[in-house]
């Protein structure tokens, strides 16, 4: 089993990760990537004060041709630090610098050196070469500075020329120190940070999760205490709301499964009952041994074994291991000779059942499982029908689908109790209820199988008006 760990040290080192790669882009952008960044920086900004020289010069009049090369030498200069001289073959074929700040590196530059990168530069392919080196501080020895000289080949109708850019890239060893010990400071507070927001975030955000959680604990018993200090943001909010919900569902399934003991075994006590006093009596007066009371026995043991029956089949249906074994058959048969079974009802205890059936309503379904159903309607009408004793059974078709209807005429459901009576443990008030040999799980078994079916089905019911149960099919395919 994985191994886990607290929340609130999810979010101490969540927050340590991201502190550490904070630091980690701060130290490698300002400290490893300072050098070569403010070099490339520098070359960038050489080259574009050399396209700035060249385009003066191509664009300058003849006569004012030195004043526009004087002005950008000396705004480039103030303005970058760089250096620059721009040089003409004259009539000897000797290179002359025409214009360019005598003070700079580039005016103290020997002549056999200038011309060695002029001739780089004319056997380059873009007619320009760059170098950058190293060299002696001279203000310190132990200090290497690098130096960038980018020369650059201009033509015009005078003949060739070259304009040569100098820069220097100032030692940054100082300011990585400075960097250094600023990163160390900014470690140590960052650090301190985090420690602080992980205590006010597990407080905001763990520690109401392990009270709720606490308090969850005692789910099981249908209980939970929502503690309003835990609503500190939405979804701790939710998660109560959920769990009082939970608690709630709880209390109530809980006694559904006490009333459907007590139903079952209420239910199961009756048939027992008989069968032993029944039994019993034969023992002991032997002249009562006759047909009348063996049939007693024999009818509760049907009871009884309905009753188990049905509980037997709930418990597979809610656990799916009961297949369907659906085929083409005559709903309208099938119903037929279903009420034949309930004809003992209308003999023996004076019930009225009509039935308005379809000439005829093919359908694909599992027979048995759809008989099951209609007989746990009639069972269900039966025993709510009251001093009626009336029953009607309906059969439609209409379009592609058939319809089947029961209705009993008896003290019917309140509106607020219609969505409960599908489910597994509920059961209405037996008041008017006949001792019949009524499970009391019918509609939850109904409901199951109705749903493996994919069938529509229903109730309508008003109080002191009955009750009308129906589900619906859609036709089969007939060749």
Same mark, same amino acid.
């Given at each position: 089993?994985?191994?886990?760990?607290?929340?609130?040290?999810?979010?101490?080192?969540? %927050?340590?990760?991201?502190?550490? /790669?904070?630091?980690?882009?701060?130290?490698?952008?300002?400290?490893?990537?300072?050098?070569?960044?403010?070099?490339?920086?520098?070359?960038?900004?050489?080259?574009?004060?050399?396209?700035?020289?060249? &385009?003066?010069?191509?664009?300058?009049?003849?006569?004012?041709? @030195?004043?526009? %090369?004087?002005?950008?030498?000396?705004?480039?200069?103030?303005?970058?630090?760089?250096?620059?001289?721009?040089?003409?073959?004259?009539?000897?074929?000797?290179?002359?610098?025409?214009?360019?700040? =005598?003070?700079?590196? %580039?005016?103290?530059?020997?002549?056999?050196?200038?011309?060695?990168?002029?001739?780089?530069?004319?056997?380059?392919?873009?007619?320009?070469?760059?170098?950058?080196?190293?060299?002696?501080?001279?203000?310190?020895?132990?200090?290497?500075?690098?130096?960038?000289?980018?020369?650059?080949?201009?033509?015009?109708?005078?003949?060739?020329?070259?304009?040569?850019?100098?820069?220097?890239?100032?030692?940054?060893?100082?300011?990585?120190?400075? /960097?250094?010990?600023?990163?160390?400071?900014?470690?140590? $507070?960052?650090?301190?940070?985090?420690?602080?927001?992980? =205590?006010?975030?597990? *407080?905001?955000?763990?520690?109401?999760?392990?009270?709720?959680?606490?308090?969850?604990?005692? $789910?099981?018993?249908?209980?939970?205490?929502?503690?309003?200090?835990?609503?500190?943001?939405?979804?701790?909010?939710?998660?109560?709301?959920?769990?009082?919900?939970?608690?709630?569902?709880?209390?109530?399934?809980?006694?559904?499964?006490?009333?459907?003991?007590?139903?079952?075994?209420?239910?199961?006590? !009756?048939?027992?009952?008989?069968?032993?006093?029944?039994?019993?009596?034969?023992?002991? /007066?032997?002249?009562?041994?006759?047909? @009348?009371?063996?049939?007693?026995?024999?009818?509760?043991?049907?009871?009884?074994?309905? $009753?188990?029956?049905?509980?037997?089949?709930?418990?597979?249906?809610?656990?799916?291991?009961?297949?369907?074994?659906?085929?083409?058959? &005559? /709903?309208?048969?099938?119903?037929?000779?279903?009420?034949?079974?309930?004809?003992?009802?209308?003999?023996?205890?004076?019930?009225?059942?009509?039935?308005?059936?379809?000439?005829?309503?093919?359908?694909?379904?599992? @027979?048995?499982?759809?008989?099951?159903?209609?007989?746990?309607?009639?069972?269900?009408?039966?025993?709510?029908?009251?001093?009626?004793?009336?029953?009607?059974?309906? @059969?439609?078709?209409?379009?592609? !689908?058939?319809?089947?209807?029961?209705?009993?005429?008896?003290?019917?459901?309140?509106?607020?109790?219609?969505?409960?009576?599908? &489910? *597994?443990?509920?059961?209405? &008030?037996?008041?008017?209820? *006949?001792?019949?040999?009524?499970?009391?799980?019918?509609?939850?078994?109904?409901?199951?199988?109705?749903? $493996?079916?994919?069938?529509?089905?229903?109730?309508?019911?008003?109080?002191?008006?009955?009750?009308?149960?129906?589900?619906?099919?859609?036709?089969?395919?007939?060749?």
């Amino acid at each position: 089993m994985k191994k886990t760990v607290s929340l609130k040290w999810k979010i101490g080192k969540y %927050l340590l990760t991201f502190g550490i /790669l904070v630091i980690g882009m701060i130290f490698l952008f300002q400290i490893v990537l300072l050098r070569p960044m403010y070099e490339k920086s520098r070359i960038a900004s050489v080259k574009r004060i050399s396209d700035s020289v060249v &385009d003066r010069i191509y664009s300058a009049e003849a006569d004012d041709e @030195e004043d526009y %090369l004087e002005d950008i030498i000396y705004d480039s200069q103030n303005e970058t630090g760089t250096c620059v001289r721009v040089w003409k073959r004259d009539s000897q074929e000797q290179m002359s610098a025409v214009s360019g700040n =005598m003070g700079c590196f %580039l005016y103290r530059m020997r002549p056999e050196e200038r011309d060695r990168y002029i001739l780089k530069a004319m056997e380059s392919e873009d007619g320009a070469y760059l170098t950058a080196q190293s060299m002696k501080s001279f203000m310190d020895e132990n200090e290497t500075a690098r130096e960038i000289i980018y020369t650059r080949i201009i033509e015009d109708d005078e003949g060739i020329g070259a304009v040569m850019v100098y820069a220097s890239i100032s030692p940054v060893d100082a300011t990585v120190q400075t /960097l250094t010990y600023q990163m160390l400071i900014i470690s140590v $507070l960052l650090a301190i940070a985090i420690v602080i927001l992980t =205590m006010a975030m597990n *407080r905001q955000i763990a520690r109401p999760l392990a009270v709720i959680n606490e308090k969850a604990k005692k $789910l099981p018993e249908g209980t939970y205490e929502e503690d309003e200090k835990t609503n500190r943001y939405t979804e701790a909010q939710e998660l109560n709301q959920t769990l009082a919900k939970a608690a709630e569902d709880i209390m109530k399934a809980d006694k559904a499964k006490r009333d459907l003991i007590s139903n079952v075994s209420h239910d199961l006590r !009756t048939p027992l009952t008989m069968i032993s006093g029944y039994g019993e009596m034969m023992i002991d /007066l032997p002249e009562e041994k006759t047909d @009348e009371n063996i049939q007693v026995i024999i009818d509760e043991s049907k009871r009884l074994n309905t $009753l188990v029956n049905d509980l037997l089949d709930l418990s597979k249906l809610q656990e799916n291991k009961i297949e369907l074994h659906p085929e083409v058959f &005559d /709903l309208t048969s099938m119903i037929k000779g279903q009420l034949k079974k309930y004809e003992v009802y209308q003999y023996r205890d004076g019930y009225e059942i009509q039935s308005d059936l379809a000439p005829q309503a093919m359908i694909r379904a599992d @027979e048995a499982r759809v008989a099951q159903v209609f007989n746990n309607f009639m069972t269900n009408a039966i025993n709510y029908c009251g001093e009626t004793r009336k029953i009607v059974v309906t @059969e439609t078709v209409n379009g592609d !689908t058939v319809r089947v209807e029961v209705r009993d005429y008896g003290e019917g459901i309140e509106e607020k109790d219609l969505p409960k009576i599908w &489910d *597994r443990y509920y059961k209405i &008030d037996k008041t008017h209820v *006949r001792s019949t040999s009524g499970s009391g799980i019918g509609l939850a078994i109904v409901k199951e199988i109705l749903d $493996l079916h994919h069938a529509k089905y229903g109730v309508s019911s008003k109080p002191h008006e009955g009750s009308t149960f129906w589900f619906e099919f859609k036709l089969a395919e007939t060749a």
